[in-house]
């Protein structure tokens, strides 16, 4: 008899809580699945007032959740997919892609204030926990102070709302899926301001041996999502890179088509190395390593070895 009840391993902050009830609706609601949310607290939930690189950035908010998975504790985890390492432990595999949210980086100032990068004035504090967002802003605005910062997503906008900062950078997925839309200042552009892999969508991790809930995943599965996303983790491979690092990649899809746009910053944002490419849908990964041989041809490796160089930003 097929499995009706499933357990479904999360982190305990609002927002993955929130996108993991998302997920155990979705599968109710199509399967008729029973989905129990079991909080797993990770090594990033439990430093999260230290710089994640003195505790080697890669997997911090996944590792519990990978070794419940491998346990047979639970059954699937949720995570943000640009919180997930390039390549996942032995036995683990992304089991769906659900169509994925707006990518796009965000600008949120103080509660009732209008704020956007053009217009914040110089010397205005600016908080981020993100490398590739310190190179960006400092490229974009090197008269802004950038200010080093931990925490989850509420967290982090009180400080903007206690007059601590000026205004924070964020994921909008995030944001949209709290329902805290009208808090967002500015959407930032992507030709520009590229986001990070992943940003925006949700991979639901399961162990590679169970063909069930695999199964069960199917209907979640959105194909031109999960394509963007390949796309943009072959680029990180293809780079030796890792989320603690200052590259951005969108993967953007169009009929059969997919374009993948990425870029290399230097923390100082002195040198942004850019490319981009098209191919076929069926192959997102091809296309991720060619865009990262552009990459490298252009200059990418000698920024990427200089590693992520400025303490306290470590993380998207």
């Not at 029973?34 to 430093?47: A, K, P, S």
């Not at 943000?80 to 390549?87: G, I, R, T, V, Y």
């Amino acid at each position: 008899m097929a499995r009706v009840d499933l357990r479904l391993g999360t982190r305990g902050s609002l927002l993955a809580l929130t996108q993991s009830q998302w997920v155990a609706d979705r599968l109710a609601g199509e399967g008729g699945l029973r989905v129990h949310l079991r909080r797993i607290r990770t090594t990033g939930d439990i430093v999260g007032d230290r710089p994640l690189a003195e505790f080697g950035g890669k997997g911090l908010f996944t590792k519990e959740l990978d070794h419940a998975l491998l346990a047979g504790e639970v059954d699937l985890a949720v995570h943000s997919m640009k919180d997930l390492p390039a390549e996942l432990p032995e036995g683990l595999s992304i089991g769906a892609v659900p169509e994925r949210e707006d990518p796009r980086d965000v600008l949120i100032g103080a509660l009732g204030r209008e704020v956007s990068l053009q217009t914040l004035p110089e010397g205005a504090r600016v908080g981020t926990g993100s490398l590739r967002r310190v190179a960006l802003l400092r490229a974009l605005r090197p008269d802004l102070e950038v200010v080093a910062l931990r925490g989850n997503v509420d967290t982090r906008i009180e400080k903007v709302d206690e007059g601590e900062l000026d205004a924070v950078v964020l994921a909008a997925a995030g944001i949209r899926r709290l329902g805290w839309g009208e808090r967002i200042g500015e959407y930032l552009d992507p030709g520009s301001w590229v986001p990070a892999p992943g940003q925006g969508a949700l991979a639901v991790v399961v162990r590679s041996d169970d063909r069930e809930v695999a199964r069960s995943l199917a209907g979640l599965d959105h194909a031109p999502s999960r394509a963007q996303t390949e796309a943009e983790r072959e680029l990180l491979r293809g780079l030796g890179a890792d989320c603690r690092m200052p590259v951005a990649a969108l993967g953007l899809s169009f009929g059969g088509g997919l374009r993948l746009r990425a870029l290399v910053a230097s923390p100082d944002g002195r040198r942004l190395v850019r490319g981009e490419g098209t191919g076929n849908a069926s192959d997102p990964r091809e296309l991720g390593r060619r865009v990262a041989e552009l990459l490298l041809e252009r200059g990418a490796d000698v920024v990427l070895e200089r590693g992520p160089g400025i303490e306290g930003w470590e993380r998207e």
